[in-house]
Protein backbone atom coordinates (compact mmCIF):
# COMPACT_ATOMS: atom_id res chain seq x y z
CA UNK A 1 0.00 0.00 0.00
CA UNK A 2 1.14 3.72 -0.61
CA UNK A 3 1.95 5.94 1.84
CA UNK A 4 1.76 9.50 2.02
CA UNK A 5 2.15 12.79 3.96
CA UNK A 6 -0.29 15.24 2.49
CA UNK A 7 0.79 18.78 3.17
CA UNK A 8 -1.41 21.04 4.90
CA UNK A 9 -2.35 23.33 1.69
CA UNK A 10 -3.72 19.55 0.27
CA UNK A 11 -5.80 18.77 3.05
CA UNK A 12 -7.34 21.53 3.04
CA UNK A 13 -7.93 21.73 -0.56
CA UNK A 14 -9.63 18.36 -0.05
CA UNK A 15 -12.10 19.98 2.27
CA UNK A 16 -13.33 23.00 0.15
CA UNK A 17 -13.41 21.60 -2.67
CA UNK A 18 -15.21 17.81 -2.94
CA UNK A 19 -14.71 17.32 -6.27
CA UNK A 20 -10.97 17.99 -6.57
CA UNK A 21 -8.07 15.90 -6.97
CA UNK A 22 -7.62 16.49 -3.48
CA UNK A 23 -10.82 15.11 -2.21
CA UNK A 24 -9.89 11.89 -4.32
CA UNK A 25 -6.76 11.33 -2.70
CA UNK A 26 -8.81 11.38 0.58
CA UNK A 27 -11.18 8.40 -0.87
CA UNK A 28 -8.38 6.49 -1.32
CA UNK A 29 -7.87 6.74 1.87
CA UNK A 30 -11.38 6.54 3.54
CA UNK A 31 -11.39 3.35 1.17
CA UNK A 32 -8.40 2.06 2.38
CA UNK A 33 -5.91 2.01 -0.92
CA UNK A 34 -3.79 4.84 0.16
CA UNK A 35 -2.07 5.37 4.10
CA UNK A 36 -2.34 8.93 5.52
CA UNK A 37 0.60 10.10 7.85
CA UNK A 38 0.09 12.76 9.89
CA UNK A 39 1.79 14.35 13.15
CA UNK A 40 0.56 16.47 15.87
CA UNK A 41 2.26 19.27 13.60
CA UNK A 42 0.43 18.65 11.09
CA UNK A 43 -2.58 18.67 12.33
CA UNK A 44 -1.89 21.81 14.68
CA UNK A 45 -1.19 23.56 11.62
CA UNK A 46 -3.89 22.31 9.47
CA UNK A 47 -6.85 23.43 12.07
CA UNK A 48 -4.86 26.64 12.58
CA UNK A 49 -5.37 27.42 8.92
CA UNK A 50 -9.22 25.97 9.02
CA UNK A 51 -9.76 27.77 11.77
CA UNK A 52 -9.28 31.58 10.07
CA UNK A 53 -11.93 33.37 9.27
CA UNK A 54 -11.74 33.33 5.64
CA UNK A 55 -12.33 30.04 5.26
CA UNK A 56 -16.00 30.11 6.97
CA UNK A 57 -17.04 30.91 3.29
CA UNK A 58 -16.25 27.44 2.36
CA UNK A 59 -16.96 25.35 5.82
CA UNK A 60 -18.10 26.04 9.16
CA UNK A 61 -16.29 25.24 12.76
CA UNK A 62 -18.33 22.10 12.96
CA UNK A 63 -17.17 20.88 9.45
CA UNK A 64 -13.95 21.44 10.41
CA UNK A 65 -14.35 19.88 13.97
CA UNK A 66 -15.65 16.54 11.96
CA UNK A 67 -13.15 16.94 9.49
CA UNK A 68 -9.96 16.81 11.97
CA UNK A 69 -11.37 13.53 13.92
CA UNK A 70 -12.30 12.02 10.25
CA UNK A 71 -8.37 12.63 9.59
CA UNK A 72 -7.30 11.89 13.16
CA UNK A 73 -9.24 8.13 12.81
CA UNK A 74 -8.31 7.12 9.19
CA UNK A 75 -4.71 8.34 9.36
CA UNK A 76 -1.71 6.88 10.94
CA UNK A 77 -0.51 9.29 13.33
CA UNK A 78 3.69 9.17 13.27
CA UNK A 79 5.57 11.28 16.10
CA UNK A 80 6.74 15.03 14.55
CA UNK A 81 10.25 14.60 13.12
CA UNK A 82 12.78 15.97 15.44
CA UNK A 83 15.56 15.84 13.04
CA UNK A 84 16.30 18.27 9.90
CA UNK A 85 15.35 16.67 6.89
CA UNK A 86 18.46 15.34 4.21
CA UNK A 87 16.69 17.90 1.63
CA UNK A 88 15.83 21.34 2.60
CA UNK A 89 13.15 23.30 1.19
CA UNK A 90 13.48 27.05 0.17
CA UNK A 91 10.69 27.49 3.12
CA UNK A 92 11.78 26.31 6.58
CA UNK A 93 8.73 26.09 8.02
CA UNK A 94 8.02 23.35 5.65
CA UNK A 95 11.24 21.12 7.00
CA UNK A 96 8.99 19.16 9.15
CA UNK A 97 6.81 18.09 6.61
CA UNK A 98 9.97 16.46 4.32
CA UNK A 99 11.25 15.21 7.67
CA UNK A 100 8.31 13.48 8.54
CA UNK A 101 7.84 11.60 5.05
CA UNK A 102 11.21 10.61 4.49
CA UNK A 103 10.89 9.47 8.32
CA UNK A 104 7.69 7.70 7.63
CA UNK A 105 8.93 6.25 4.07
CA UNK A 106 6.51 8.07 2.44
CA UNK A 107 5.75 10.39 -0.10
CA UNK A 108 5.08 14.11 0.15
CA UNK A 109 2.35 15.32 -1.92
CA UNK A 110 1.54 19.24 -2.02
CA UNK A 111 1.08 22.20 -4.49
CA UNK A 112 3.80 23.91 -3.18
CA UNK A 113 6.08 24.80 -5.97
CA UNK A 114 9.27 25.17 -3.56
CA UNK A 115 8.84 21.91 -2.29
CA UNK A 116 7.81 20.19 -5.67
CA UNK A 117 10.91 21.79 -6.61
CA UNK A 118 12.79 19.08 -4.61
CA UNK A 119 10.43 16.15 -6.61
CA UNK A 120 14.03 14.86 -8.39
CA UNK A 121 15.62 14.38 -5.17
CA UNK A 122 12.62 13.44 -3.24
CA UNK A 123 9.45 11.53 -3.93
CA UNK A 124 7.65 14.66 -3.86
CA UNK A 125 4.54 14.73 -6.16
CA UNK A 126 1.54 17.02 -6.70
CA UNK A 127 -1.65 15.81 -6.21
CA UNK A 128 -2.21 14.65 -9.56
CA UNK A 129 0.77 13.25 -9.80
CA UNK A 130 0.38 11.01 -7.26
CA UNK A 131 -2.98 10.43 -7.96
CA UNK A 132 -1.51 8.86 -11.48
CA UNK A 133 0.49 6.34 -9.43
Request: proline share 8%; no cysteine.
Given at each position: ??????????????????????????????????EL????HL????????????????????????????????????????????????????????????????AL?????????????????????????
Amino acid sequence: MQRAVLDPGVLVSALITPSGTPATLLAEVHAGALELIVSPHLLAELENVLRREKFRRYVDLDAVEDYLALLRRDAVLAPDPTGQPSLRSADPDDDYLIALAQGERAALVSGDSHLLDLSAEAPIFSPAQFLAL
